[in-house]
């Protein structure tokens, strides 16, 4: 029998997250960037001290997304001063959620993004937030189809190219 399940990340799962972030950051950009640009993103958002940084902070949690014992995806949220762009001390930041391409379209994502709305109906969040490259049509979809709304802009570096994300939100109350 086969089984998806997530999982809060720990410590422990740091090279398995390590992994996973680049792979599927680099299955999600690498045709739309340079590889120096994706390289120098890559080595420095997903060294393991990055990691570990990132893991360890109260404000922040991983959850790995597994299908049969293998990490198949994952979602990053942030609360109060993890926030990249803090726009509510109150708010949920879905950082990430990445998925392999090879499980896309088999509700992986989906199932990220309802754990993701799970902790911030627990955390009492009025809204959750994110951003998504504006070059990214089948998450913006994605996000769309779930309600999220654009309500502004932001700037995104990927090594040395400036890109805009589309920033969206979905309230909660």
């Known amino acids: 029998m086969h089984t998806l399940k997530i999982k809060k990340a720990t410590l422990a799962d740091l090279e398995e997250l390590q992994f996973i972030g680049r792979q599927t950051f680099t299955e999600a950009f690498a045709a739309d960037n340079t590889a120096v640009n994706m390289q120098k993103y890559l080595s420095e958002q997903f060294s393991l001290q990055q990691l570990t940084d990132e893991i360890s902070h109260p404000d922040s949690e991983f959850y790995l997304a597994t299908y049969n014992h293998k990490t198949i995806g994952y979602l990053k949220v942030n609360f109060g001063q993890a926030q990249k762009e803090l726009q509510d001390e109150q ?3 879905i950082e990430r959620i990445y ?3 090879e499980f896309h379209g088999k509700g992986v ?3 990220l993004f309802d754990k993701a709305l799970q902790l911030a109906r627990e955390k009492n969040a009025p809204y959750v937030w994110l951003g998504v490259w504006e070059k990214n049509p089948r998450a913006i979809h994605f996000y769309r189809k779930n309600g999220l709304q654009e309500f502004d802009r932001h700037h995104f570096i990927l090594g040395d190219d400036e890109q805009t994300d589309i920033m ?3 309230e909660l109350s």
């Open 91 to 93: 708010a949920l930041e």
């Open 99 to 101: 998925v392999l391409k």
């Open 109 to 111: 994502g989906q199932l």
């Open 168 to 170: 969206m939100k979905l």
